[in-house]
């Protein structure tokens, strides 16, 4: 059993970041392959769309089931069943005929052992770190940018050699590493109680009463409906970052098709992916230095929310601007405020519901998010299908990111002054409670003493 901010949580630490890498940056360089899987099963953009929409819609919805798995049998071994996952669906992937067994093997299976692997790890941070938690989890992220940067540069290279078919076969084998990451992580003694169990219902009760509260209690620890009913931050939270990954993820699939499309070879495209994970690489603990800053304390959601809007209107460089030059300038823009995006993203949930709630918070939360994540790249392929324009998808991706992140400024501004005109009136309401209290025992003493008829 390892403690907490030990010298094992560093290795730890370095386990995560790996895992990161294969988990987040894979989905990263689908679109290096998106023109070859859509001349090889002869489908429309849209058709092709849905492969990496699945990948990450089922990477993000199956965050209840790793809840699950991760109290019943720890980030160690969720990890390593993740690993497996994945490896199987790449492999089988590689002998796809038609792109609906693309979608079940590469798509479910893929994205779910994706999903075990990605965050069970964030959850393990949880556990290991209490004092640098935000910093840790900005070194994690980062590497997701070394995957991002890594994975890219590898699939042009494969595509040009074997293919995408052998390219997704050699996948599998890498994606298996998880399961030596996952045998990393070995248990925290006396962790922060992020899986705290609730007492269950007296034995007395009746067994359908039992099960009922057992029903709601599993609930509430694995997809957290009551905060989403009533804690307002969580609310604005959740839905402007399910508002966001609309067209936040789309650039990751699209650059590539539409910067070949535009006369940029092959090779030229898959550098500028690269180059988002590269610049996201220092940029990311950068990020995490800077929201450790006393000035934020308490303030993360408007750094968020700056990050967000920053990079949807970065998009319109890339709409307006179709050349090597231009692109080259997108991507630095674009890679700088991801980079904030990612390293705040885990960060400003926990600092809204507190690690007790963080399982169920983050449950739920990607579930809401896995939705506009699978929708988001068919509506893109669907646009571009009547459109023949890949341009037009960026200026809808400004529309969508630029709009959550004046949502969720705006409205976390509202309820604070909300919050702060109420603990204002109580705190008045409390101060006259004291006065009348103090006068009544005044009153009380004179007329003891005789000074009041």
């Known amino acids: 059993m390892e403690t907490p901010d030990g010298q094992w949580a560093w290795v730890v630490l370095a386990a995560v970041m790996l895992t990161q890498a294969l988990s987040l940056g894979f989905p990263s360089c689908i679109g290096i392959f998106y023109t070859d899987i859509q001349s090889s099963f002869q489908a429309s953009n849209t058709q092709t769309s849905w492969l990496p929409s699945i990948i990450t819609a089922v990477l993000h919805a199956g965050g209840p089931l790793c809840s699950i798995m991760v109290e019943r049998f720890g980030c160690r071994v969720t990890v390593m069943v993740g690993g497996l996952l994945c490896g199987i669906g790449m492999i089988t992937s590689s002998f ?5 067994h693309l979608y079940l093997s590469a798509g479910f299976i893929g994205g779910l052992g994706l999903c075990f692997s990605f965050q069970a790890g964030i959850t393990v941070l949880g556990y290991y770190f209490i004092r640098r938690r935000t910093f840790a989890n900005s070194l994690a992220s980062a590497g997701a940018s070394i995957g991002m940067a ?39 003694k006396n962790p922060e109680p992020a899986h705290e169990k609730e007492a269950l219902a007296p034995e007395t009760h009746t067994g359908t009463v039992n099960k009922e509260m057992e029903w709601g209690k599993g609930l509430k620890r694995y997809m957290a409906f009551d905060l989403l009913l009533r804690n307002h931050r969580y609310q604005i939270y959740t839905i402007g970052v399910a508002w966001m990954v609309l ?28 180059l988002i994970g590269f610049i996201n690489i220092f940029m990311r603990p950068m990020a995490g230095l800077v929201s450790q800053q006393r000035i934020f304390h308490g303030r993360l959601i408007y750094l968020f929310s700056v990050a967000v809007i920053l990079n949807g209107l970065s998009n319109l460089v890339c709409g307006a601007w179709a050349s090597f030059s231009g692109l080259l300038v997108y991507c630095v ?3 700088i405020t991801m980079s904030f995006i990612g390293s705040l993203i885990f960060q400003v949930l926990m600092d809204i519901v507190g690690m007790k709630r963080f399982p169920g918070a983050f449950g739920l939360f990607t579930i809401i998010e896995s939705i506009t994540i699978l929708t988001g790249p068919p509506l893109a392929g669907f646009l571009v299908d009547i459109t023949g324009q890949y341009g037009l998808v960026f200026y809808a991706s400004c529309i969508a990111v630029t709009s959550s992140g004046i949502f969720m400024g705006l409205s976390s501004f509202a309820v604070e002054r909300k919050e702060a005109k109420a603990r204002k009136c109580k705190q008045k309401t409390i101060e006259e409670a004291v006065m009348e209290e103090k006068a009544e025992t005044a009153y009380t003493s004179c007329k003891q003493e005789g000074y009041v008829i």
């Open 96 to 100: 796809s005929q038609t792109m609906v």
């Open 150 to 188: 890594l994975w890219p540069l590898a699939s042009q290279y494969l595509l040009e050699k074997i293919g995408w078919r052998g390219s997704f076969l050699l996948f599998g084998g890498v994606l298996l590493n998880c399961c030596v990451c996952g045998a990393i992580m070995r248990p925290v």
């Open 247 to 274: 067209g936040f993820v789309l650039p990751l699939f699209y650059l590539v098709p539409y910067a070949t499309s535009s006369g940029i070879n092959e090779g030229k495209s898959a550098m500028l992916l690269a």
């Open 333 to 335: 823009l674009y890679s």
